[in-house]
Protein backbone atom coordinates (compact mmCIF):
# COMPACT_ATOMS: atom_id res chain seq x y z
CA UNK A 1 0.00 0.00 0.00
CA UNK A 2 1.04 3.73 -0.50
CA UNK A 3 0.94 6.16 2.16
CA UNK A 4 -2.30 6.86 3.20
CA UNK A 5 -4.61 7.95 5.66
CA UNK A 6 -5.11 6.57 8.79
CA UNK A 7 -6.39 8.33 12.00
CA UNK A 8 -3.87 9.79 14.73
CA UNK A 9 -2.22 7.16 16.41
CA UNK A 10 -0.90 8.98 19.37
CA UNK A 11 -4.20 9.20 20.89
CA UNK A 12 -3.32 6.44 23.64
CA UNK A 13 -7.06 7.12 24.98
CA UNK A 14 -9.11 7.78 22.37
CA UNK A 15 -12.22 5.65 20.87
CA UNK A 16 -10.84 2.77 19.21
CA UNK A 17 -13.76 0.87 19.04
CA UNK A 18 -17.31 2.56 18.78
CA UNK A 19 -19.08 -0.25 19.66
CA UNK A 20 -21.27 -2.64 21.32
CA UNK A 21 -24.08 -1.80 23.33
CA UNK A 22 -27.41 -3.33 24.65
CA UNK A 23 -30.46 -1.46 23.41
CA UNK A 24 -34.25 -2.79 24.26
CA UNK A 25 -33.18 -6.09 27.39
CA UNK A 26 -29.99 -6.61 28.21
CA UNK A 27 -28.02 -2.87 28.81
CA UNK A 28 -27.77 -1.14 31.70
CA UNK A 29 -30.75 1.60 32.27
CA UNK A 30 -28.19 3.69 34.18
CA UNK A 31 -26.55 6.77 33.01
CA UNK A 32 -24.05 5.92 30.62
CA UNK A 33 -20.32 5.64 31.27
CA UNK A 34 -17.85 7.53 30.42
CA UNK A 35 -15.42 5.83 27.67
CA UNK A 36 -11.71 5.93 28.47
CA UNK A 37 -9.27 3.53 27.23
CA UNK A 38 -8.59 1.55 24.18
CA UNK A 39 -11.10 -0.87 22.50
CA UNK A 40 -10.73 -4.03 24.56
CA UNK A 41 -8.82 -6.91 23.25
CA UNK A 42 -10.41 -9.04 20.90
CA UNK A 43 -10.01 -12.89 21.84
CA UNK A 44 -8.21 -14.79 19.42
CA UNK A 45 -10.43 -17.07 17.40
CA UNK A 46 -7.43 -18.57 16.27
CA UNK A 47 -7.98 -22.06 14.31
CA UNK A 48 -11.48 -21.45 14.02
CA UNK A 49 -10.78 -18.43 11.66
CA UNK A 50 -10.55 -20.48 8.16
CA UNK A 51 -12.57 -18.56 5.78
CA UNK A 52 -10.44 -18.25 2.27
CA UNK A 53 -13.18 -16.00 0.42
CA UNK A 54 -15.03 -12.98 1.41
CA UNK A 55 -18.54 -11.25 -0.18
CA UNK A 56 -20.40 -8.55 1.32
CA UNK A 57 -23.71 -7.82 0.24
CA UNK A 58 -25.04 -4.45 0.65
CA UNK A 59 -28.45 -3.70 0.65
CA UNK A 60 -29.51 -0.66 -0.01
CA UNK A 61 -32.47 0.64 1.98
CA UNK A 62 -33.45 -2.22 3.88
CA UNK A 63 -34.88 -1.64 6.88
CA UNK A 64 -34.16 -4.61 9.38
CA UNK A 65 -37.78 -4.89 10.37
CA UNK A 66 -38.28 -6.08 6.72
CA UNK A 67 -36.80 -9.26 7.50
CA UNK A 68 -38.35 -12.11 9.05
CA UNK A 69 -35.18 -13.27 11.20
CA UNK A 70 -35.98 -9.53 12.40
CA UNK A 71 -39.08 -10.24 13.38
CA UNK A 72 -41.48 -9.52 10.43
CA UNK A 73 -43.81 -11.63 8.87
CA UNK A 74 -45.31 -12.44 5.68
CA UNK A 75 -42.34 -14.46 4.42
CA UNK A 76 -40.52 -12.05 2.48
CA UNK A 77 -36.88 -13.00 3.00
CA UNK A 78 -36.48 -16.69 2.97
CA UNK A 79 -33.08 -16.80 1.68
CA UNK A 80 -31.53 -14.08 4.24
CA UNK A 81 -33.31 -15.51 7.08
CA UNK A 82 -31.45 -18.70 5.71
CA UNK A 83 -28.32 -17.24 6.09
CA UNK A 84 -29.07 -15.82 9.36
CA UNK A 85 -29.56 -19.19 10.76
CA UNK A 86 -26.30 -20.66 9.89
CA UNK A 87 -24.44 -17.20 11.13
CA UNK A 88 -24.56 -14.62 13.71
CA UNK A 89 -27.65 -12.10 13.49
CA UNK A 90 -27.16 -8.70 15.23
CA UNK A 91 -30.05 -7.31 16.19
CA UNK A 92 -28.71 -3.56 16.73
CA UNK A 93 -26.76 -2.67 13.94
CA UNK A 94 -26.70 1.22 12.83
CA UNK A 95 -25.95 3.20 10.25
CA UNK A 96 -23.77 6.20 10.54
CA UNK A 97 -25.71 8.14 8.22
CA UNK A 98 -28.57 7.67 5.85
CA UNK A 99 -27.17 8.17 2.78
CA UNK A 100 -25.90 5.52 0.22
CA UNK A 101 -22.21 6.48 -0.59
CA UNK A 102 -21.08 7.81 2.85
CA UNK A 103 -22.51 4.73 5.17
CA UNK A 104 -20.68 2.44 2.35
CA UNK A 105 -17.64 5.11 2.47
CA UNK A 106 -17.69 3.96 6.58
CA UNK A 107 -18.38 0.32 5.93
CA UNK A 108 -15.32 -0.02 3.92
CA UNK A 109 -12.91 2.33 5.90
CA UNK A 110 -13.95 1.80 9.66
CA UNK A 111 -14.18 5.31 9.98
CA UNK A 112 -17.46 7.90 10.40
CA UNK A 113 -18.42 10.19 7.61
CA UNK A 114 -16.72 13.35 9.55
CA UNK A 115 -13.65 11.39 9.02
CA UNK A 116 -13.40 10.09 6.10
CA UNK A 117 -15.01 13.28 4.12
CA UNK A 118 -17.78 11.69 2.10
CA UNK A 119 -21.18 13.04 3.57
CA UNK A 120 -23.24 12.71 0.75
CA UNK A 121 -23.64 11.34 -2.51
CA UNK A 122 -21.99 13.99 -4.80
CA UNK A 123 -18.52 13.26 -2.47
CA UNK A 124 -16.25 10.80 -3.74
CA UNK A 125 -13.52 9.30 -1.31
CA UNK A 126 -10.26 10.38 -0.84
CA UNK A 127 -7.72 7.59 -2.45
CA UNK A 128 -5.40 8.39 0.31
CA UNK A 129 -8.01 6.07 2.54
CA UNK A 130 -7.06 2.26 3.48
CA UNK A 131 -10.01 0.38 1.83
CA UNK A 132 -11.16 -3.20 2.75
CA UNK A 133 -10.71 -4.59 -0.94
CA UNK A 134 -6.82 -2.67 -0.67
CA UNK A 135 -6.08 -4.54 2.14
CA UNK A 136 -7.25 -7.77 0.90
CA UNK A 137 -5.80 -6.74 -2.42
CA UNK A 138 -2.49 -6.12 -0.82
CA UNK A 139 -3.25 -9.51 1.20
CA UNK A 140 -3.18 -12.00 -1.97
CA UNK A 141 -6.97 -11.31 -2.50
CA UNK A 142 -8.63 -11.17 -5.87
CA UNK A 143 -11.17 -8.25 -6.12
CA UNK A 144 -14.61 -7.59 -7.82
CA UNK A 145 -17.07 -5.27 -7.30
CA UNK A 146 -20.73 -5.46 -8.78
CA UNK A 147 -22.99 -2.53 -7.80
CA UNK A 148 -26.33 -1.35 -8.97
CA UNK A 149 -25.74 2.05 -7.32
CA UNK A 150 -23.21 2.66 -10.43
CA UNK A 151 -21.53 6.07 -9.44
CA UNK A 152 -20.59 4.09 -6.56
CA UNK A 153 -17.12 3.06 -8.30
CA UNK A 154 -16.13 5.46 -10.33
CA UNK A 155 -17.55 9.11 -9.48
CA UNK A 156 -17.52 7.82 -5.36
CA UNK A 157 -14.52 6.39 -5.54
CA UNK A 158 -15.54 3.24 -3.39
CA UNK A 159 -14.06 1.14 -6.31
CA UNK A 160 -10.58 1.92 -5.24
CA UNK A 161 -8.74 -1.76 -4.06
CA UNK A 162 -10.68 -4.06 -6.78
CA UNK A 163 -9.33 -5.49 -9.78
CA UNK A 164 -12.35 -5.72 -11.48
CA UNK A 165 -15.50 -3.31 -11.33
CA UNK A 166 -19.18 -3.11 -12.98
CA UNK A 167 -18.56 0.49 -13.77
CA UNK A 168 -15.00 1.96 -14.31
CA UNK A 169 -16.02 4.67 -16.33
CA UNK A 170 -19.05 7.22 -15.12
CA UNK A 171 -21.41 7.12 -17.49
CA UNK A 172 -25.20 9.70 -17.76
CA UNK A 173 -27.67 8.73 -15.41
CA UNK A 174 -29.67 6.08 -16.28
CA UNK A 175 -31.47 4.12 -13.61
CA UNK A 176 -29.91 1.96 -10.91
CA UNK A 177 -29.30 -1.00 -12.21
CA UNK A 178 -31.57 -4.13 -11.42
CA UNK A 179 -30.67 -6.61 -9.05
CA UNK A 180 -30.67 -9.37 -10.94
CA UNK A 181 -28.28 -7.79 -13.75
CA UNK A 182 -26.05 -7.67 -10.80
CA UNK A 183 -25.78 -10.59 -9.18
CA UNK A 184 -25.51 -11.96 -13.13
CA UNK A 185 -22.53 -9.77 -13.79
CA UNK A 186 -21.42 -11.36 -10.10
CA UNK A 187 -21.70 -14.72 -11.08
CA UNK A 188 -19.84 -14.20 -14.32
CA UNK A 189 -16.96 -12.53 -12.44
CA UNK A 190 -17.06 -15.68 -10.06
CA UNK A 191 -16.61 -18.43 -12.94
CA UNK A 192 -13.42 -17.00 -13.66
CA UNK A 193 -12.00 -17.47 -9.99
CA UNK A 194 -9.08 -20.05 -9.48
CA UNK A 195 -7.25 -20.63 -6.77
CA UNK A 196 -6.85 -17.44 -5.28
CA UNK A 197 -8.91 -16.54 -1.67
CA UNK A 198 -11.24 -13.44 -3.69
CA UNK A 199 -13.17 -10.29 -2.25
CA UNK A 200 -16.25 -10.01 -3.73
CA UNK A 201 -18.79 -7.02 -2.92
CA UNK A 202 -22.28 -6.92 -4.47
CA UNK A 203 -24.44 -4.05 -3.69
CA UNK A 204 -28.37 -4.66 -4.78
CA UNK A 205 -30.61 -1.41 -4.91
CA UNK A 206 -34.36 -2.83 -5.30
CA UNK A 207 -36.11 -1.84 -1.91
CA UNK A 208 -35.12 2.06 -2.45
CA UNK A 209 -37.65 4.07 -4.48
CA UNK A 210 -38.91 4.25 -6.90
CA UNK A 211 -41.16 1.10 -6.37
CA UNK A 212 -43.12 -1.06 -9.45
CA UNK A 213 -45.90 -3.30 -8.60
CA UNK A 214 -44.72 -6.17 -7.96
CA UNK A 215 -46.88 -9.83 -7.63
CA UNK A 216 -46.99 -9.82 -3.95
CA UNK A 217 -47.38 -5.99 -4.05
CA UNK A 218 -50.57 -6.57 -6.59
CA UNK A 219 -52.04 -9.38 -4.10
CA UNK A 220 -51.46 -7.62 -1.04
CA UNK A 221 -52.91 -4.34 -2.58
CA UNK A 222 -55.84 -6.27 -4.32
CA UNK A 223 -59.12 -3.49 -4.43
CA UNK A 224 -56.54 -0.42 -3.67
CA UNK A 225 -57.39 2.13 -6.02
CA UNK A 226 -55.30 5.05 -4.70
CA UNK A 227 -51.93 6.74 -5.62
CA UNK A 228 -49.83 3.89 -5.55
CA UNK A 229 -51.98 1.66 -7.66
CA UNK A 230 -49.43 2.06 -10.28
CA UNK A 231 -46.47 1.32 -8.58
CA UNK A 232 -44.27 5.36 -6.77
CA UNK A 233 -42.08 6.83 -9.46
CA UNK A 234 -39.36 8.74 -8.03
CA UNK A 235 -40.49 11.63 -9.00
CA UNK A 236 -43.98 10.71 -7.20
CA UNK A 237 -41.80 9.64 -4.22
CA UNK A 238 -39.72 12.83 -3.83
CA UNK A 239 -43.67 14.79 -3.57
CA UNK A 240 -43.87 12.47 -0.98
CA UNK A 241 -40.96 13.46 1.08
CA UNK A 242 -42.23 17.22 0.45
CA UNK A 243 -45.39 16.55 1.78
CA UNK A 244 -47.08 13.39 3.37
CA UNK A 245 -50.35 12.66 4.86
CA UNK A 246 -49.79 9.49 7.22
CA UNK A 247 -53.58 7.56 6.12
CA UNK A 248 -52.78 4.15 7.31
CA UNK A 249 -54.21 2.97 3.71
CA UNK A 250 -52.11 4.39 1.92
CA UNK A 251 -49.57 3.82 4.15
CA UNK A 252 -50.03 -0.08 3.79
CA UNK A 253 -49.97 0.36 0.47
CA UNK A 254 -46.49 2.23 -0.10
CA UNK A 255 -45.07 -0.89 2.32
CA UNK A 256 -46.87 -3.38 0.17
CA UNK A 257 -44.56 -1.64 -2.52
CA UNK A 258 -41.72 -1.86 -0.19
CA UNK A 259 -42.16 -5.19 0.97
CA UNK A 260 -42.38 -6.34 -3.12
CA UNK A 261 -39.04 -5.02 -3.67
CA UNK A 262 -37.47 -6.43 -0.87
CA UNK A 263 -38.42 -10.15 -2.17
CA UNK A 264 -36.98 -9.07 -5.88
CA UNK A 265 -33.40 -8.05 -2.97
CA UNK A 266 -34.06 -11.68 -1.63
CA UNK A 267 -34.02 -13.65 -4.26
CA UNK A 268 -30.84 -11.64 -6.24
CA UNK A 269 -29.35 -12.92 -3.01
CA UNK A 270 -30.38 -16.55 -2.87
CA UNK A 271 -29.33 -16.37 -6.50
CA UNK A 272 -25.64 -15.38 -5.71
CA UNK A 273 -25.41 -17.80 -2.79
CA UNK A 274 -26.25 -20.40 -4.81
CA UNK A 275 -24.12 -20.13 -7.46
CA UNK A 276 -21.12 -19.99 -5.01
CA UNK A 277 -22.52 -23.33 -3.55
CA UNK A 278 -22.63 -24.69 -7.49
CA UNK A 279 -18.35 -23.75 -7.60
CA UNK A 280 -17.92 -25.40 -4.69
CA UNK A 281 -16.99 -21.62 -2.55
CA UNK A 282 -19.95 -21.87 -0.15
CA UNK A 283 -17.55 -23.91 2.95
CA UNK A 284 -14.84 -21.86 3.17
CA UNK A 285 -16.55 -18.34 2.51
CA UNK A 286 -17.22 -15.76 4.48
CA UNK A 287 -20.80 -13.95 3.69
CA UNK A 288 -21.68 -10.37 5.26
CA UNK A 289 -25.08 -9.15 4.18
CA UNK A 290 -25.51 -5.49 5.43
CA UNK A 291 -28.00 -2.44 4.78
CA UNK A 292 -26.33 0.67 4.44
CA UNK A 293 -29.58 2.23 5.79
CA UNK A 294 -33.47 2.27 6.22
CA UNK A 295 -36.45 3.71 5.05
CA UNK A 296 -39.07 5.99 6.18
CA UNK A 297 -42.93 4.62 4.93
CA UNK A 298 -45.19 6.90 7.26
CA UNK A 299 -43.50 6.60 10.59
CA UNK A 300 -43.42 10.14 12.08
CA UNK A 301 -45.63 11.39 9.11
CA UNK A 302 -42.38 11.33 6.68
CA UNK A 303 -41.05 9.23 3.69
CA UNK A 304 -37.78 8.66 2.85
CA UNK A 305 -34.13 8.89 4.36
CA UNK A 306 -31.14 11.28 4.40
CA UNK A 307 -31.39 14.20 6.50
CA UNK A 308 -33.00 12.21 9.71
CA UNK A 309 -31.91 10.27 12.53
CA UNK A 310 -34.69 8.03 13.42
CA UNK A 311 -34.74 4.57 14.44
CA UNK A 312 -36.37 3.58 10.97
CA UNK A 313 -33.39 4.87 9.03
CA UNK A 314 -30.48 4.13 11.36
CA UNK A 315 -31.33 0.83 12.42
CA UNK A 316 -30.02 -2.12 9.72
CA UNK A 317 -29.37 -5.67 9.55
CA UNK A 318 -26.65 -6.63 9.84
CA UNK A 319 -25.55 -10.83 9.56
CA UNK A 320 -22.63 -12.52 9.12
CA UNK A 321 -22.11 -16.60 8.65
CA UNK A 322 -19.37 -18.97 7.42
CA UNK A 323 -16.19 -20.51 8.58
CA UNK A 324 -15.49 -19.15 11.86
CA UNK A 325 -18.55 -17.77 12.94
CA UNK A 326 -20.57 -19.55 15.42
CA UNK A 327 -24.24 -20.85 13.80
CA UNK A 328 -27.63 -19.56 15.05
CA UNK A 329 -26.32 -16.74 17.47
CA UNK A 330 -27.84 -13.67 18.03
CA UNK A 331 -26.05 -10.72 19.64
CA UNK A 332 -28.40 -8.08 21.47
CA UNK A 333 -25.62 -5.40 22.19
CA UNK A 334 -25.61 -2.37 19.37
CA UNK A 335 -23.07 -2.71 17.06
CA UNK A 336 -22.30 -0.48 13.84
CA UNK A 337 -21.66 -1.08 10.37
CA UNK A 338 -18.29 0.72 10.71
CA UNK A 339 -17.40 -2.87 12.27
CA UNK A 340 -17.59 -3.93 8.96
CA UNK A 341 -14.02 -3.74 7.81
CA UNK A 342 -12.25 -4.20 11.07
CA UNK A 343 -14.58 -7.49 11.59
CA UNK A 344 -13.89 -8.69 8.09
CA UNK A 345 -10.33 -8.50 8.41
CA UNK A 346 -10.07 -10.46 11.74
CA UNK A 347 -11.60 -13.06 10.53
CA UNK A 348 -9.36 -13.89 7.61
CA UNK A 349 -6.26 -13.06 9.91
CA UNK A 350 -5.31 -9.79 7.71
CA UNK A 351 -4.11 -7.20 10.23
CA UNK A 352 -6.03 -3.05 9.75
CA UNK A 353 -4.21 -0.46 8.37
CA UNK A 354 -4.14 1.34 11.46
CA UNK A 355 -6.73 2.65 14.23
CA UNK A 356 -10.04 2.67 12.94
CA UNK A 357 -13.17 4.20 14.83
CA UNK A 358 -15.29 0.65 14.23
CA UNK A 359 -13.68 -2.59 15.68
CA UNK A 360 -14.31 -6.43 15.12
CA UNK A 361 -17.10 -8.06 16.05
CA UNK A 362 -15.14 -11.34 15.81
CA UNK A 363 -14.91 -11.97 20.01
CA UNK A 364 -18.30 -10.83 20.36
CA UNK A 365 -20.31 -13.17 18.09
CA UNK A 366 -18.37 -15.88 19.37
CA UNK A 367 -19.15 -14.79 23.01
CA UNK A 368 -22.85 -13.61 22.51
CA UNK A 369 -22.37 -10.34 24.86
CA UNK A 370 -20.18 -7.35 24.80
CA UNK A 371 -18.71 -6.19 28.36
CA UNK A 372 -17.33 -2.81 27.04
CA UNK A 373 -20.48 -0.84 25.88
CA UNK A 374 -19.45 2.62 23.60
CA UNK A 375 -21.63 4.92 21.84
CA UNK A 376 -22.06 5.29 18.32
CA UNK A 377 -22.61 8.15 16.40
CA UNK A 378 -24.90 9.25 13.64
CA UNK A 379 -25.08 11.96 11.75
CA UNK A 380 -26.97 13.74 8.87
CA UNK A 381 -25.99 16.04 5.94
CA UNK A 382 -27.92 18.19 3.42
CA UNK A 383 -26.84 19.92 0.73
CA UNK A 384 -28.92 21.64 -1.87
CA UNK A 385 -32.47 20.01 -1.09
CA UNK A 386 -35.59 19.83 0.72
CA UNK A 387 -35.19 17.99 4.18
CA UNK A 388 -38.39 16.39 5.36
CA UNK A 389 -39.98 17.11 8.70
CA UNK A 390 -39.17 19.42 11.42
CA UNK A 391 -36.79 22.26 10.71
CA UNK A 392 -34.47 20.79 12.41
CA UNK A 393 -33.77 17.72 10.25
CA UNK A 394 -31.68 20.66 8.02
CA UNK A 395 -29.82 22.04 11.09
CA UNK A 396 -26.80 19.22 10.59
CA UNK A 397 -27.51 17.13 14.02
CA UNK A 398 -25.72 14.39 15.64
CA UNK A 399 -26.97 11.71 17.24
CA UNK A 400 -24.98 9.59 19.83
CA UNK A 401 -26.28 6.34 21.09
CA UNK A 402 -24.93 4.67 24.19
CA UNK A 403 -26.98 2.20 26.27
CA UNK A 404 -30.60 3.19 26.20
CA UNK A 405 -30.37 6.59 25.36
CA UNK A 406 -30.56 8.57 22.01
CA UNK A 407 -29.31 11.88 22.43
CA UNK A 408 -29.46 14.40 19.49
CA UNK A 409 -27.95 17.55 18.97
CA UNK A 410 -28.21 19.87 16.17
CA UNK A 411 -26.93 24.11 16.02
CA UNK A 412 -29.86 24.99 17.81
CA UNK A 413 -31.73 22.48 19.28
CA UNK A 414 -30.68 18.94 21.66
CA UNK A 415 -33.30 16.35 22.68
CA UNK A 416 -33.03 13.21 24.35
CA UNK A 417 -34.81 9.58 23.55
CA UNK A 418 -35.05 6.92 26.03
CA UNK A 419 -35.15 4.12 23.38
CA UNK A 420 -36.09 1.51 25.82
CA UNK A 421 -39.01 3.28 27.12
CA UNK A 422 -39.81 4.46 24.08
CA UNK A 423 -38.66 2.22 21.26
CA UNK A 424 -41.07 4.88 18.41
CA UNK A 425 -39.60 8.27 19.32
CA UNK A 426 -42.64 9.44 20.48
CA UNK A 427 -41.35 11.30 23.79
CA UNK A 428 -38.66 13.46 23.78
CA UNK A 429 -36.98 14.55 27.13
CA UNK A 430 -35.16 17.87 27.50
CA UNK A 431 -31.79 16.90 28.07
CA UNK A 432 -31.58 19.42 31.12
CA UNK A 433 -34.04 17.39 33.20
CA UNK A 434 -31.69 13.91 33.05
CA UNK A 435 -28.27 15.62 33.56
CA UNK A 436 -26.77 12.36 35.12
CA UNK A 437 -27.61 11.12 31.40
CA UNK A 438 -27.22 14.01 29.21
CA UNK A 439 -23.61 15.48 30.32
CA UNK A 440 -21.48 13.04 28.28
CA UNK A 441 -23.90 12.82 25.84
CA UNK A 442 -23.66 16.17 25.28
CA UNK A 443 -20.25 16.58 25.00
CA UNK A 444 -19.70 13.57 23.15
CA UNK A 445 -22.02 14.77 20.53
CA UNK A 446 -20.78 18.31 20.07
CA UNK A 447 -16.94 16.80 19.62
CA UNK A 448 -18.36 14.88 16.76
CA UNK A 449 -19.88 17.94 15.27
CA UNK A 450 -16.84 20.10 15.60
CA UNK A 451 -14.94 16.73 14.00
CA UNK A 452 -12.28 17.28 11.13
CA UNK A 453 -11.64 14.99 8.20
CA UNK A 454 -8.68 12.53 9.25
CA UNK A 455 -9.76 13.30 13.25
CA UNK A 456 -10.40 10.67 16.21
CA UNK A 457 -13.18 10.67 18.44
CA UNK A 458 -12.13 11.57 21.41
CA UNK A 459 -13.54 9.67 24.70
CA UNK A 460 -15.80 11.41 26.77
CA UNK A 461 -13.55 11.53 30.41
CA UNK A 462 -11.40 13.77 28.23
CA UNK A 463 -13.32 16.49 27.03
CA UNK A 464 -15.32 17.20 30.49
CA UNK A 465 -13.90 20.57 30.71
CA UNK A 466 -15.02 23.73 32.13
CA UNK A 467 -14.57 25.35 29.05
CA UNK A 468 -17.10 22.70 27.13
CA UNK A 469 -19.85 22.73 29.70
CA UNK A 470 -20.25 26.90 29.39
CA UNK A 471 -20.46 26.17 25.89
CA UNK A 472 -22.89 24.01 25.76
CA UNK A 473 -24.71 25.81 28.59
CA UNK A 474 -24.86 29.02 26.87
CA UNK A 475 -26.46 27.12 23.69
CA UNK A 476 -29.20 25.92 25.89
CA UNK A 477 -28.43 22.51 26.28
CA UNK A 478 -27.37 22.37 29.79
CA UNK A 479 -28.59 24.32 32.73
Not at 69 to 83: F, I, K, N, V
Request: proline share 7%.
Amino acid sequence: MTSRHVLPTSLAGVLLALGLVACGGDGDTSAPTAVGGAAPAVAPVGAARTARNVVVLTLDTLRSDALGCYGAEGGHTPRLDALASRGVVFEHSYAPIATTFPSHASMFTGVYPRAHGVRWNGQTLDEEWDTLAEVLADDGFETGAFVSYKAMVNRGGLGQGFDAVSDPVQEPWDGARPGEQTVAMAKDWLDGRGDEPFFLWVHLFDPHSPYVVTDYAAAAMEGYSGPFADGCTAEEFGDLERGWSDDPVERDALRALYDGQVRITDRCVGDLLDHLDALGFADDTLVVAVGDHGQLLGEHGQVGHGPVLHEEVLRTPLMIAGPGVPAGRRVRDRVGVIDLMPTVLDLVDVAPPGELHGRSLAALAASGRDDAPTPYFAEVRVTGVSAPGPVEAVDDPVAVLQGPFKLVMSTKHAWLYDLRADPTESNRIDPSSRPEVSEDLLVLARRHQLMEPGQQVAHASEQLDEETLAELRALGYLK
